[in-house]
């Protein structure tokens, strides 16, 4: 059974920096999608970044483009989310979240369409806090 746990999620000021962490267990992913999304208060879910795991093909939502990077450690199965000069608008709780599904190299880029479809498998989130 695949486990997803997040952990990092911190209340900083605008400008700080977290990083926040996702342990995987039960599955070892290798061409797989694996994202994080994230829910703020009163609005729906969205998809934050996203790496294809065959290449390491990553994607972002255009908000935190140049702000954000997505990594996976793959000795460790843990993945990642560096978060650099973050800003109010990005509290919220976040979630990691995996597909077992192998997709050969040309369907990487579904990975970045943040399709919830494609992410059955999700961990139980950890809260960023934003202040102004």
């Known amino acids: 059974q695949v486990r997803l746990m997040e952990s990092g999620g911190d209340s900083v000021q605008a400008g700080g920096s977290l990083r926040l962490s996702c342990a995987v267990s039960?599955?070892?992913?290798?061409?797989?999608?694996m994202g994080w999304f994230r829910q703020a208060p009163g609005k729906a879910r969205e998809g934050v970044a996203a790496?294809?795991?065959?290449?390491?093909?990553?994607y972002y939502t255009d908000s935190v483009k140049g702000r954000f990077t997505i990594s996976r450690d793959v000795a460790k199965n843990i993945l990642y989310l560096q978060m650099n000069n973050l800003k109010p608008e990005d509290t919220a709780m976040y979630y990691c979240?995996?597909?077992?599904?192998?997709?050969?190299?040309?369907?990487?880029?579904?990975?970045?369409?943040?399709?919830?479809?494609?992410?059955?498998?999700w961990g139980q989130g950890t809260r960023v806090t934003v202040s102004s």
């Open positions: 979240a995996a597909d077992r599904n192998l997709r050969p190299k040309h369907m990487g880029w579904v990975c970045g369409e943040f399709d919830e479809e494609v992410f059955p498998s």
């Open positions: 039960g599955y070892t992913f290798s061409s797989n999608c």
């Open positions: 790496i294809y795991t065959g290449d390491t093909d990553t």
